[in-house]
């Protein structure tokens, strides 16, 4: 069984469009996070919610709004896509002070 | 060897051999530190965690060593193996804090 699950795992789309991205964990954790992963690795923190309430927000365009149905949903909606949104995007969950536990990632790829 | 620069950090060792993967970290207020591997396509993997009131921690094949003096953090593994071939991501954060800030990556190479 996925302990965390995102969908879809790839998306190809036009510039402009508005997509989402959604994802569930299993798990029990009370906290869930944004994170992109550029062409060179690097994981940058988006947003992190803990029990349904945003706790971070770094500076990410208001394009990107993330929805917390509950705390086992953490959706990302992004508005405008543009050529630089393209990268991984990747879920995760974790009960603060243990250990993140990722989901497979969504490769975003803005034509 | 390894190798810095603009390009992801690589390090490429022999099978067999041991591999120490190094990471600076950033915020002196940090008191928990976690080893990442990412394999290709799939999303980063917990290996090993510590506390700062430790300064070293075994695992199976891994040892992760904690320096605060000069705010390092080391990651050794034995008898390196073809699977461990991935990227290793050191991360920081604080225990009450839900923030996690992760090092830049190192790729590591095994070759047979």
């Known amino acids: 069984d996925t302990a965390v699950s995102q969908t879809p795992k790839y998306l190809v789309t036009q510039m402009g469009n508005d997509k989402s991205i959604k994802c569930e964990q299993n798990?029990?954790?009370?906290?869930m996070y944004w994170y992109k992963q550029d062409s060179k690795k690097f994981l940058k923190i988006m947003f992190s919610?803990?029990?349904?309430?945003?706790?971070i927000n770094e500076t990410v365009p208001n394009r990107f709004s993330p929805k917390s149905p509950d705390k086992a949903h953490l959706n990302l909606h992004i508005n405008s896509l543009e050529l630089g949104d393209s990268a991984v995007y990747f879920c995760?969950?974790?009960?603060?002070?243990?250990?993140?536990?990722f989901g497979p990632g969504t490769r975003l790829t803005v034509l | 060897g390894e190798s810095v620069g603009l390009h992801l950090p690589t390090l490429s060792v022999q099978e067999g051999d041991n591999s120490i993967i190094n990471c600076a970290y950033s915020?002196?207020?940090?008191?928990?530190f976690i080893w990442y591997k990412q394999e290709s396509g799939k999303g980063p993997q917990f290996i090993i965690d510590?506390?700062?009131?430790?300064d070293k921690r075994q695992g199976q094949r891994v040892t992760v060593l904690l320096n605060k003096t000069v705010k390092h953090l080391s990651l050794q593994i034995a008898a390196t193996q073809p699977g461990d071939s991935a990227v290793y991501f050191c991360?920081?954060?604080?225990?009450?804090?839900?923030?996690?800030?992760f090092g830049p990556g190192t790729s590591l190479s095994v070759i047979p």
């Open positions: 919610y803990n029990n349904k309430e945003l706790i």
């Open positions: 991360a920081e954060t604080t225990t009450s804090y839900d923030k996690v800030i």
């Open positions: 995760a969950s974790s009960q603060v002070g243990y250990p993140l536990f």
């Open positions: 510590i506390r700062s009131n430790m």
């Open positions: 798990l029990g954790h009370d906290t």
């Open positions: 915020n002196s207020a940090s008191d928990y």
